[in-house]
């Protein structure tokens, strides 16, 4: 099976096109080099989950390449807008000393949401 006809070599290209987008949008936003290298590594933890999909479940190739683009391109698509006011909360909750967990705003985590869900409603219905 071909998502949307593409075959295993162009959901490669797609796949690192959206970890591109990835580190793009998400690392130079981050406020300290500790942070800028966990968010560097989210996508190499991706492509070991969706190695692990592609051979436990014994998914197509395609189609692991699919989940791994849409689960990369959820934060970037979540966060567009956001990554300032994150990078000074971020700032803000280290200097104190607090937790750095929930400092997200609001809005933010309700465009994660709708990324999550769009994106979702996406991946499914492209490898149906």
């Given at each position: ?45 991706g492509a070991v989950f969706m ?78």
């Open positions: 099976m071909y998502p949307l006809g593409l075959g295993v070599v162009s959901w490669w290209w797609i796949a690192i096109l959206a970890t591109a987008v990835f580190l793009a949008v998400l690392v130079p936003g981050m406020p300290t080099r500790e942070h800028r290298i966990m968010t560097a590594l989210a996508p190499l933890a190695f692990a999909s592609y051979h436990v479940k014994h998914m197509e190739p395609a189609e692991a390449l699919v989940m791994y683009t849409t689960v990369v391109l959820i934060a970037p698509l979540g966060m567009i807008g956001h990554r300032r006011e994150l990078a000074r909360r971020l700032m803000e909750a280290k200097e104190k000393g607090e937790s750095e967990e929930k400092v997200a705003p609001i809005a933010m985590n309700v465009q994660l949401l709708v990324s999550v869900v769009v994106l979702g409603v996406a991946m499914f219905w492209i490898t149906r």
